[in-house]
């Protein structure tokens, strides 16, 4: 029962740090990134689809994003998702390819990005918490039914905490590296 209840307790952990790394690839750096297109749907044939399901997205160099519709009637379509997106760049088309500059953003915006970052941290670090909480909660459940005796509860609770510590430390070195790679010019 207790080591179900650790394991559990630390799949939950793997898989907030994962949501908080995919999120930090979605903030905007002033660096092209495919994950930058992750959110926005276009309207293919009545369907919202994925850009990614419907063209192949290069990166040529740090500050341009190139997207190749497999379907060349599609690239009005991706052209009018980007516009209304809330990604803030002007879609440049040819014809056969899209091509996105990523300006470098200004201080202030680098600031406003880091703050996000910050939030976006502290939500997953709440997360962990919770999910530290949760796992507590079960073995305490597991010792009121006379499964789990005292002493094993207290060393599974200290085996939950040193997770929680381990992968909140984890979270704030990925933050640390986002915060230098957001307000690196």
Partial sequence: MASETITATEEGM?????SLSHEFGTIRTGRASAASLDHIK???????TPITQIAGVKVPEAHMLIIEP???SALKSIEKAILGSDL???PSTDGTVIRLPFPAPTE????ELVKQCRKVAEECR???RNIRRDGNTKLDRAKRDDDLSEDEVRRDEAHIQ???DSYIAQIDELLKKKEAEVMEI
């Fill in 162 to 164: 040193r997770l929680t």
């Fill in 70 to 72: 497999w379907d060349k």
């Fill in 108 to 111: 202030e915006r680098r600031r």
């Fill in 42 to 48: 276009v309207d293919y044939y009545g369907t919202s």
């Fill in 14 to 18: 793997k898989k907030a740090l994962a």
């Fill in 126 to 128: 709440v997360s962990m």
């Fill in 88 to 90: 803030g760049i002007t």
